[in-house]
């Protein structure tokens, strides 16, 4: 038996090295690694295989695969293979990775886009587990997926980032949701900062610095490359308020170096030392490196590394921006954002800042579990049709003047949920006839926008 772990980022990889050296999975007689770089321009962008503690988390695999080389010069996030086609590839990718007649077991990232859903398909009978790489899994999938696919996942692997919160991806196929032990990311993300490149590590300062992480979210096109960089100069403003005299930043890997200018200038006229990290190593590597005073972003998972797994303290910055700016309303990203915004103080309040304290168990499932429920449900309405009283009910006692930033007037009333039209007339979106006229009109739209 073969275990394919297909790996795209470090944090992912270091996630999967974890759950290795957990026993999550069964013993195999062979696993293989499987890389695959995302990057727009992947063939100018660091490989991931060439990222400062790759070399160390690869020891948990028996070989170490290039998915970028095997289907070149196609790009891995656009690549799918043709119905038609899938035996042959089938037959190629077992001569090509000496798999033989192997059993296959795929553990994979991001289901539901390629190039997880295309191994997927390249192996139809293999036995599928899921990771999770960041926030995304506390919302729902998204898109619907073909049962063929969705019904063999086993499982779904995901680091206790929210304590008290339970993942909503792939319950629409009864997926159960498995932790990552704690301790054992722990014992890997130390293994990192061991091997880190001295790039890595801020001057020396008798004063804690500041930790100011970029995103990228410009390349989302969730905001643009001027906010972006007008995003990191609020930030520095922020830290500056709060009493930090030494800065860092650290950049999104894939960033232009000039998105840090507008955040150095911004230091230089408050006084303040500001230190932009060139080095691409994890935040979680800096964190152990120089345990910073305060970790500020926008909606990194970072964050909530630094508060839960580093009991760090932790600022916001520019959420309730971006998510006035998020489109369409099931934009995958809008419950990571919501789950920052909701838990996380905003930098602008320094007093929250100052007072915050990671809530317990209880307390998020009391403040979140509902709200994602509504969220989630917004988003997605085919797939998480179970939650639609959950929904309904949250709307109904808690849409107020500030969860009103999750949602959108026009995605409720086209769900027909509370808030989204005046209670006098929900009577309205339970009209089968209306629901006819309303469809009759969509279709004639679509109709005259083909023409």
């Known amino acids: 038996m073969t275990q394919i772990f297909i790996g795209s980022t470090l944090y992912g990889t270091a996630t999967l090295a974890a759950a290795v050296d957990a026993g999550s999975f069964p013993a195999a007689d062979r696993r293989i690694l499987l890389t695959s770089d995302h990057a727009l321009a ?12 790759f070399a160390t988390l690869s020891t948990r695999f028996d070989e170490v695969l290039d998915w970028n080389a095997v289907i070149e010069p196609q790009h891995p996030s656009a690549w799918s293979p043709r119905a038609d086609d899938v035996p042959l590839w089938e037959r190629y990718l077992r001569t090509l990775w ?11 990232e991001s289901l539901q886009v390629p190039p997880a859903q295309s191994l997927c398909q390249l192996f139809p ?60 990311f722990l014992k890997v993300l130390a293994e990192l900062a061991a ?37 990191h100069a609020e930030m520095v403003r922020g830290a500056f308020a709060l009493g930090h005299r030494e800065l860092v930043f650290k950049p999104h890997p894939s960033a232009p170096a000039l998105y840090a200018r507008r955040a150095e200038a911004e230091a230089e006229r408050l006084g303040a030392r500001l230190t932009v990290l060139e080095s691409p190593v994890l935040a979680e590597v800096l964190y ?15 964050l909530l590394t630094a ?34 915004d909701a838990l996380l103080p905003d930098l602008a309040d320094t007093d929250a800042v100052r007072g915050w304290s990671a809530p317990g168990p209880e307390e998020v499932s009391s403040r979140l579990g509902g709200l994602l429920s509504a969220v989630g449900f917004a988003m997605q309405p085919r797939i998480l049709v179970e939650h639609r009283g959950a929904a309904e009910a949250y709307l109904t006692r808690h849409l107020d003047e500030h969860t009103w930033r999750y949602f959108s007037r026009r995605r409720l009333a086209s769900q027909g949920l509370p808030g989204g039209i005046p209670a006098r007339l929900t009577f309205l979106t339970r009209s089968p006839a209306v629901r006819r006229a309303v469809r009759q009109v969509r279709r004639v739209r679509r109709t005259r926008g083909r023409r």
């Open 98 to 108: 000496g798999l033989g007649d192997d059993r296959v077991e795929l553990i994979v």
């Open 42 to 53: 992947a063939e100018v962008s660091p490989r991931l295989a060439d990222m400062p503690g």
């Open 307 to 340: 508060a839960t797994l580093f009991g760090l303290p932790v600022a916001r910055a520019g959420t309730k921006t971006v998510l006035g700016r998020l489109s369409p309303y099931q934009n995958s990203n809008r419950v990571p954002l919501t789950v920052v």
């Open 195 to 231: 091997v880190a490149p001295d790039g890595a590590r801020p001057p020396v300062s008798e004063e804690a610095p500041a930790l100011l992480l970029g995103q990228y979210l410009s390349a989302l096109d969730l905001i643009s490359p001027a906010q972006e960089e007008e995003l």
């Open 288 to 302: 152990q490196r120089v345990r910073p005073a305060l970790v500020v972003g926008c909606f990194s998972t970072g």
């Open 125 to 184: 009978g293999a036995a599928v587990d899921v990771y999770a790489d960041g926030l995304m899994s506390y919302g729902p999938t998204r898109v619907r997926l073909d049962p063929q696919i969705g019904m063999r996942v086993r499982r779904v692997l995901h680091l206790d980032l929210v304590p008290g919160l339970e993942p909503l991806l792939l319950t629409e196929f009864g997926v159960p949701a498995e932790l990552v032990p704690t301790e054992e």
